[in-house]
C-alpha cells in the first residue's frame, strides 16, 4: 500500500519526468504580487478557510530583498529550465541565491520540504555551479539542531544550504504592539 502523500504532494513527486528537457536558468526581475489573506476551500463536504500563507510570506520577502539589493536584481517564480519555478531569486554581477518558502510548523519540516526542490533547482540537469546560496525560507526562528545540520551538510557536502526566518504573522503581531 502506497503512504498517502499531503494534498498537492503527490502531483508534484509523481509528475516528476526523467526526460523532461533542462534548459538554462535566466534570471528574470520582477514579481507579480499574489492574493493574500484567507480563501474559502471545499476539500470535502464541509468549506474549510485556508490561509495563502506562502502568498503572504512570497510578497513581503520579495520587497525586504529589494530593499537590500534592488529591484533589478530580484525575481519570483524564475524558470528554472527544467519546467519548475524558484520562489525567489537574487542575482547580481557577482552572486545567486535561490529562496525556497515552506509554511510548515517547524524548521526541521521546512528544512525537509526544500532542500529536494532546492538541490533539484541548482543542480538537476546542469554541471554548473549557478546557485551561490541555496535558502530555506520558513516562519520559526532557527533551532541550534537545524543550525548544527546545516553547518554539517555545508562542511561535509560543500551545499551552500541556509535557512531564514521570515515569519510575516511574527511581524505584524510585534507591530500591533507598538
Known amino acids: 500500500m502506497k503512504p498517502a502523500l499531503p494534498r498537492g504532494d503527490e502531483e508534484f513527486f509523481s509528475d516528476a519526468d526523467d526526460d523532461t528537457p533542462a534548459g538554462d536558468f535566466v534570471f528574470k526581475a520582477g514579481h507579480n504580487p499574489k492574493k493574500t489573506g484567507s480563501v474559502t476551500s471545499k476539500p470535502s463536504k464541509e468549506l474549510t478557510t485556508m490561509d495563502l500563507l506562502h502568498n503572504e510570506m512570497q510578497n513581503a520577502l520579495f520587497d525586504k530583498l529589494v530593499k537590500e539589493h534592488g529591484a533589478d536584481f530580484v525575481g519570483t517564480e524564475n524558470s528554472t529550465g527544467a519546467s519548475t519555478s524558484i520562489d525567489v531569486v ?6 545567486c541565491y535561490f529562496y ?44 541550534k539542531q537545524a543550525q548544527a545540520y546545516l553547518e554539517f551538510l555545508r562542511d561535509t557536502f560543500k551545499l551552500p544550504l541556509h535557512y531564514e526566518d521570515h515569519s510575516v504573522r511574527r511581524k505584524k503581531a510585534a507591530n500591533k504592539k507598538r
Open 90 to 95: 537574487v542575482q547580481t554581477a557577482e552572486y
Open 100 to 143: 525556497e518558502i515552506q509554511t510548515a510548523v517547524s524548521v526541521k519540516a521546512c528544512i525537509r520540504q526544500a532542500l529536494p526542490q532546492l538541490l533539484e533547482y541548482a543542480y538537476w540537469g546542469t554541471k554548473k555551479d549557478i546557485a551561490d546560496k541555496l535558502i530555506v525560507v520558513g516562519q520559526k526562528k532557527i533551532t
